[in-house]
Each structure stands twice: as C-alpha cells, then as structure tokens.
C-alpha cells in the first residue's frame, strides 16, 4: 500500500507500507512502489524524485520465558537488515537513479513494542502487567534502533497510554511501567550521533523464539549501542 497526503498538499515523505520484512510480500511491495521519478503512480509526475522515500514495517515481540523475552527483539535488527536490502535490490531492478551519494529510501518502523495478547487480552483492555524481562527487552529493542539508525528513518512505539504502553492512567493519576524506564534513559542520554562498538562476551546458546534468530543473530549477553552528542 501507497500512502499520500489526503489535503492536496505534496508530501514531504511518501510511504510504502508491507509487514514485517520476513516475507516475500515485503519486497514485492518494494518493488512495485519503490520507482524511479516521472512514473505513472507518481502523485507530481514532473517531480524529480522516486515515488517513496520511507517503507513501512511493523513487528511485536515476547515470550513467556525470560532469555527468549529479552533477545526475541533481535529479531527486529534482521528484519531492519534484511529490509535495508531488499530496498537495495529493489533499486537496482527498477533502474533507480541515485540522485546523490546521501540518499536512499529509509525504513520506519511504524509499529513496535512487547506484546502478550494472553497477558493482555484485546477484549479486556489489552492493558499490559509489564516485568523487568519486558523492560529489558524494551532496552533491546532500543539498542537495535540506534545501532541501525543508518537504515532507520522512523520508530514508533505502540502504543502510548494505557493499551500496551509504558504509561497507565488512574483515577488516581499516572502509573510509570517497568518499560518505561529504558525509554526515559534513552530520551535523555541517546542523543546526536551513533556510535560504532564491539562487544566480546559470551552469549546465550539455548532456545529462542523465533527458531530461526538462534541460526541468525548473536545473542550476545551485553546488548550494546552508543551515541555521542555535540558535548562529546
């Protein structure tokens, strides 16, 4: 799916939108959307630029037991490198022109989180009980956004308030969760531009949730990214 501004304005970014970059579907929406300038798609067929900038994705994680928990976002990292890819085929198929050295299509993650939908269930609420594993696996996941924060372009986590989110409101006021916290310290500290690490250390060799990320990732038991801002 392609969208576009609905106020006739042009569109200071236009989106492909496909699931979770582990499927076949992903790249055949890349392909169809992610087309050179003057295209009969475009919204502005005189403009001289591709018709989408960001695609879309989309992934939640959890499990009931603690290790699986905390690496599963790992999971989203390959799925941010196996899209960053496929946006790279794509160029390549449709004869893409580069216009300069600085600009390729960027990802946004338009829907991120830990999410037990039997925990929380959808009918009651979907109001989330979080833990210290889902804290930490909020770290994670936010240690893989700025590691790849080159391919990423946006992430949003969902949701805010109240329906699986870091915030809950009473009638008593505001309840910080456990998931909020690594989200605050990231807030605060991750600021102006990633840094490059490597970390030796051992890592978790037991099951992981998907099967597939134990054959694909590194579960390394210090998750680490780094940034360094204007101060130094």
């Not at 579907?25 to 087309?35: A, N, R």
């Not at 018709?51 to 989309?58: A, E, G, P, R, T």
């Not at 050295?101 to 338009?110: E, G, L, S, V």
Request: aromatic share 10%; with cysteine.
């Amino acid at each position: 799916m392609l969208t576009k501004p609905s106020n006739g304005q042009k569109p200071s970014s236009s989106f492909s939108v496909a699931k979770t970059a582990l499927s076949a579907w992903d790249f055949h929406v890349l392909q169809s959307c992610l087309l050179p300038p003057h295209n009969p798609l475009s919204t502005d067929p005189a403009a001289d630029i591709p018709l989408i900038n960001m695609h879309s994705i989309h992934l939640y994680t959890t499990s009931p037991s603690h290790y699986p928990n905390v690496f599963r976002p790992l999971a989203a990292e390959r799925a941010i490198e196996s899209t960053a890819s496929l946006i790279d085929l794509a160029l390549i198929t449709n004869k893409v022109p580069i216009r300069n050295a600085d600009w390729r299509p960027t990802i946004c993650f338009d829907e991120w989180n830990v999410r037990d939908p039997v925990r929380a269930e959808g009918s009651k609420g979907a109001e989330e009980r979080y833990t210290l594993s889902d804290a930490l696996a909020v770290s994670v996941w936010l240690n893989v956004f700025v590691r790849r924060a080159r391919w990423v372009g946006m992430a949003c986590i969902a949701q805010s308030v109240n329906v699986i989110s870091p915030l809950m409101t009473t009638t008593d006021g505001m309840l910080k969760r456990t998931t909020w916290w690594p989200l605050w310290l990231f807030s605060r500290f991750m600021r102006g531009w990633t840094v490059g690490v490597s970390v030796g250390c051992g890592v978790w060799e037991g099951k992981t949730e998907p099967a597939w990320l134990g054959r694909m990732k590194e579960r390394a038991w210090l998750d680490v990214s780094a940034a360094v801002d204007e101060d130094g």
